[in-house]
């Protein structure tokens, strides 16, 4: 665990003044004038899983239907908008099972299996999936190595039309496809494939991918579908040779080359997000060293973690250290990709975290949640508690579209805060949108060193603006704390599970909150622990009012005990403040039972929230609406009126 603070953390540690008086005690002041801002597309939104069990059609069936898994990806999809897009599930194919072939030899699959597991992925919780072509439902590709090329080619056709005709391309346009994972490790490269038989398996998924569809478009034309890969580790030549000799082939006829996103792995050795990127900027200088032709290439990291094994726990994964981790991870890309070096044509990176955790590492594996499989009840079920790295993604979602390069600001000697300005708005469209993050180092250290930084506001706001700050701290925001303090039970209690949900979100700073345009913050950190991390929102009065929650859902947990969620609109989520969750108890007698709010209280930055009533008697069973809060202190519209009745 992190030491605990050396100092109180008081509400007033962070402060916000609207003056310029301690502009003495300043490292670096910036204005917005001398900031180049340039277009931000949120590339960090890939999350990944492999899951537990036997790879076969069986073993991943029964994995991915699991109720645990399943409220776990459902956890990480209530996310806000855009904070997780895509997830990238191994061996998902295995979920397509064989039946027979038909009298032509051609296999034919039964997609029923694949087919719900999407619909629950793709259009309950809107997540796309990054469709890796790695698996052998029925052993179809081993018992018939001669004619790899041709199954291949008709497995990725059959699949996509399948799925074209189910879900239209159009609601396709976001998905991802990629080549076998790792194929010069034994463990992922069931198939055997030689060097030789994986580069015919490469051409012919390319090959499958460009026909699908083309019998069910209005042009009867197929759609271009870009493929990624090799999805490889690219140790020496000799123990990964086919890694290498796909990108020999691809420099040496870019016109044929079956990929059109150079996806690697690379990951830090001791939990440093400097380490990740270093390593990727190593690699891929090798790579173009050898093969310049693939400097054309966009380039992906879809692996981009911390450290290696996600299953080790490692107690930094735990607490605030691995959000404050993911965050540097993302703005030291940012400023790889602005340098111009072998970064530049970066398209995305992923976080390989949303595994799920197992006893009795609950918080220290690399996961966004901690599990608690409560094995006393009747049935078991499982709880999950939202770490700070789940948090810390809730947070880059409010970033703006457009960034200037991360800025470091003196702390002391040795340490320094990194500073990321985005903004939206302000180009003839409604409003202007200010989001800042600000970044302790990663490390904790036992001395806490005071941050002053002031912080000019050249918004050019005609209009009143309101600001609001979160933070991520040690112990405040720290679950895992709550949860060693209380002695690490297997099964915690509901007192302590309330207890750490209360703390799984970053705290809210309300200051003012209205100020005239032109005005300056300082930020005084002295009395945080480190590490921290900080989001500052400016919002003008004129950005788009926040719209009505959609599409709310409440799943049972438990017996009296239920998970609400539902969705953000993407246009006007940047000013919220909070939500509000409304209850009104089916009466026994007519109607006259009113409306609670059972989120009095709580902060909830994120569109969910998990209620179980206190006593023994009450009940879950009613109707549920939501509406949001902006830094304003204006609502939006109610949600739809959902009523739930526990079976």
Same mark, same amino acid.
């Given at each position: 665990m992190l030491p605990p603070p050396t100092t109180p953390v008081l509400l007033w540690g962070l402060l916000l003044f609207l003056t310029a008086t301690l502009a003495r005690r300043v490292h670096a002041h910036y204005t917005?004038?001398?900031?180049?801002?340039?277009?931000?597309?949120?590339?960090?939104?890939?999350v990944g899983f492999c899951p537990a069990g036997d790879i076969d059609h069986k073993g991943i069936s029964a994995a991915l239907s699991a109720p645990e898994l399943q409220m776990n990806l459902r956890q990480i999809a209530a996310l806000p908008v855009g904070a997780v897009t895509h997830i990238r599930i191994h061996w998902l194919l295995e979920l397509v099972q064989f039946l027979q072939y038909d009298m032509s030899g051609v296999p034919q699959y039964d997609f029923g299996k694949f087919d719900n597991f999407i619909d629950f992925l793709h259009e309950e919780l809107r997540l796309s999936p990054v469709l890796e072509f790695m698996g052998n439902p029925g052993q179809v590709f081993t018992e018939n190595p001669q004619q790899i090329s041709f199954f291949w080619d008709h497995f990725v056709k059959t699949t996509l039309n399948h799925q074209i005709v189910r879900h239209g391309s159009a609601r396709m346009t976001n998905w991802r496809y990629e080549t076998w994972n790792e194929p010069d490790l034994r463990g992922y490269n069931t198939l055997n494939l030689t060097l030789d038989y994986y580069l015919e398996y490469v051409q012919a998924v390319r090959r499958g991918l460009s026909k699908a569809g083309g019998a069910h478009s209005h042009t009867n034309l197929p759609m271009y579908r870009a493929l990624r890969g090799p999805a490889g580790l690219f140790k020496n030549l000799n123990s990964h040779p086919r890694c290498w000799k796909l990108l020999q082939l691809c420099n040496q006829r870019m016109v044929h080359c079956p990929i059109d996103v150079l996806t690697f792995h690379r990951k830090?050795?001791?939990?440093?997000?400097?380490?990740?990127?270093?390593?990727?900027?190593?690699?891929?200088?090798?790579?173009?060293?050898?093969?310049?032709?693939?400097?054309?290439?966009?380039?992906?990291?879809?692996?981009?973690?911390?450290?290696?094994?996600w299953s080790t726990p490692r107690e930094f994964q735990a607490d605030v250290r691995y959000?404050?981790?993911?965050? @540097?991870?993302? =703005?030291?890309?940012?400023?790889?990709?602005?340098?111009?070096?072998? !970064? $530049?044509?970066? /398209?995305?990176?992923?976080?390989?975290?949303?595994?799920?955790?197992?006893?009795?590492?609950?918080?220290?594996?690399?996961?966004?949640?901690?599990?608690?499989?409560?094995?006393?009840?009747?049935?078991p079920h499982s709880q999950f508690i939202q770490k700070p790295v789940y948090a810390a993604l809730g947070m880059l979602a409010k970033l703006g579209s457009r960034a200037a390069d991360m800025e470091l600001v003196n702390m002391d000697t040795k340490h320094s805060v990194q500073v990321w300005?985005?903004? @939206?708005?302000? =180009?003839?469209?409604?409003?202007?949108?200010?989001?800042?993050?600000? !970044? $302790?180092?990663? /490390?904790?250290?036992?001395?806490?060193?005071?941050?002053?930084?002031?912080?000019?506001?050249?918004?050019?706001?005609?209009?009143?603006?309101a600001f609001i700050t979160e933070l991520l701290m040690p112990h405040n925001t720290d679950p895992y704390y709550l949860w060693t303090q209380a002695g690490s039970p297997a099964y915690p209690n509901a007192t302590l599970r309330e207890a750490m949900r209360r703390a799984q979100t970053p705290r809210l700073y309300e200051t003012g909150p209205i100020w005239q345009y032109n005005s300056e913050l300082v930020i005084n950190s002295a009395s945080i622990p480190l590490p921290w991390a900080m989001l500052l929102r400016v919002c003008s009065a004129s950005w788009p009012k926040l719209k009505r929650p959609q599409q709310l859902s409440i799943v049972e947990v438990t017996h009296r005990e239920v998970f609400i969620s539902w969705r953000e609109h993407p246009k006007s989520m940047q000013c919220l403040k909070s939500y509000e969750v409304w209850f009104k108890q089916r009466g026994g007698q007519g109607s006259a039972a009113d409306w609670l709010m059972i989120s009095r209280d709580w902060h909830l930055p994120y569109p969910s929230f998990q209620y179980a009533p206190n006593g023994q008697t009450g009940s879950v069973n009613g109707f549920y609406k939501v509406r949001g809060v902006d830094v304003f202190n204006e609502t939006s519209p109610f949600s739809q009126i959902v009523e739930y009745l526990e079976l």
């Amino acid at each position: 665990m992190l030491p605990p603070p050396t100092t109180p953390v008081l509400l007033w540690g962070l402060l916000l003044f609207l003056t310029a008086t301690l502009a003495r005690r300043v490292h670096a002041h910036y204005t917005s004038g001398d900031v180049v801002y340039h277009p931000l597309s949120h590339f960090w939104t890939g999350v990944g899983f492999c899951p537990a069990g036997d790879i076969d059609h069986k073993g991943i069936s029964a994995a991915l239907s699991a109720p645990e898994l399943q409220m776990n990806l459902r956890q990480i999809a209530a996310l806000p908008v855009g904070a997780v897009t895509h997830i990238r599930i191994h061996w998902l194919l295995e979920l397509v099972q064989f039946l027979q072939y038909d009298m032509s030899g051609v296999p034919q699959y039964d997609f029923g299996k694949f087919d719900n597991f999407i619909d629950f992925l793709h259009e309950e919780l809107r997540l796309s999936p990054v469709l890796e072509f790695m698996g052998n439902p029925g052993q179809v590709f081993t018992e018939n190595p001669q004619q790899i090329s041709f199954f291949w080619d008709h497995f990725v056709k059959t699949t996509l039309n399948h799925q074209i005709v189910r879900h239209g391309s159009a609601r396709m346009t976001n998905w991802r496809y990629e080549t076998w994972n790792e194929p010069d490790l034994r463990g992922y490269n069931t198939l055997n494939l030689t060097l030789d038989y994986y580069l015919e398996y490469v051409q012919a998924v390319r090959r499958g991918l460009s026909k699908a569809g083309g019998a069910h478009s209005h042009t009867n034309l197929p759609m271009y579908r870009a493929l990624r890969g090799p999805a490889g580790l690219f140790k020496n030549l000799n123990s990964h040779p086919r890694c290498w000799k796909l990108l020999q082939l691809c420099n040496q006829r870019m016109v044929h080359c079956p990929i059109d996103v150079l996806t690697f792995h690379r990951k830090g050795l001791n939990g440093s997000a400097v380490e990740v990127v270093n390593a990727s900027l190593s690699l891929l200088a090798k790579i173009y060293k050898e093969y310049p032709n693939l400097k054309q290439l966009p380039v992906a990291n879809d692996e981009a973690d911390p450290v290696a094994g996600w299953s080790t726990p490692r107690e930094f994964q735990a607490d605030v250290r691995y959000g404050v981790t993911l965050m @540097s991870t993302v =703005m030291q890309h940012w400023h790889a990709k602005l340098s111009g070096g072998p !970064l $530049s044509r970066l /398209e995305s990176i992923s976080h390989d975290n949303a595994f799920l955790s197992y006893h009795p590492h609950e918080f220290t594996q690399r996961t966004l949640l901690a599990h608690f499989r409560m094995n006393e009840t009747n049935p078991p079920h499982s709880q999950f508690i939202q770490k700070p790295v789940y948090a810390a993604l809730g947070m880059l979602a409010k970033l703006g579209s457009r960034a200037a390069d991360m800025e470091l600001v003196n702390m002391d000697t040795k340490h320094s805060v990194q500073v990321w300005r985005t903004v @939206s708005g302000g =180009m003839g469209g409604p409003g202007q949108y200010m989001a800042t993050i600000f !970044l $302790s180092p990663e /490390e904790a250290v036992p001395k806490i060193t005071a941050f002053h930084h002031k912080y000019t506001l050249n918004m050019s706001i005609a209009n009143e603006s309101a600001f609001i700050t979160e933070l991520l701290m040690p112990h405040n925001t720290d679950p895992y704390y709550l949860w060693t303090q209380a002695g690490s039970p297997a099964y915690p209690n509901a007192t302590l599970r309330e207890a750490m949900r209360r703390a799984q979100t970053p705290r809210l700073y309300e200051t003012g909150p209205i100020w005239q345009y032109n005005s300056e913050l300082v930020i005084n950190s002295a009395s945080i622990p480190l590490p921290w991390a900080m989001l500052l929102r400016v919002c003008s009065a004129s950005w788009p009012k926040l719209k009505r929650p959609q599409q709310l859902s409440i799943v049972e947990v438990t017996h009296r005990e239920v998970f609400i969620s539902w969705r953000e609109h993407p246009k006007s989520m940047q000013c919220l403040k909070s939500y509000e969750v409304w209850f009104k108890q089916r009466g026994g007698q007519g109607s006259a039972a009113d409306w609670l709010m059972i989120s009095r209280d709580w902060h909830l930055p994120y569109p969910s929230f998990q209620y179980a009533p206190n006593g023994q008697t009450g009940s879950v069973n009613g109707f549920y609406k939501v509406r949001g809060v902006d830094v304003f202190n204006e609502t939006s519209p109610f949600s739809q009126i959902v009523e739930y009745l526990e079976l």
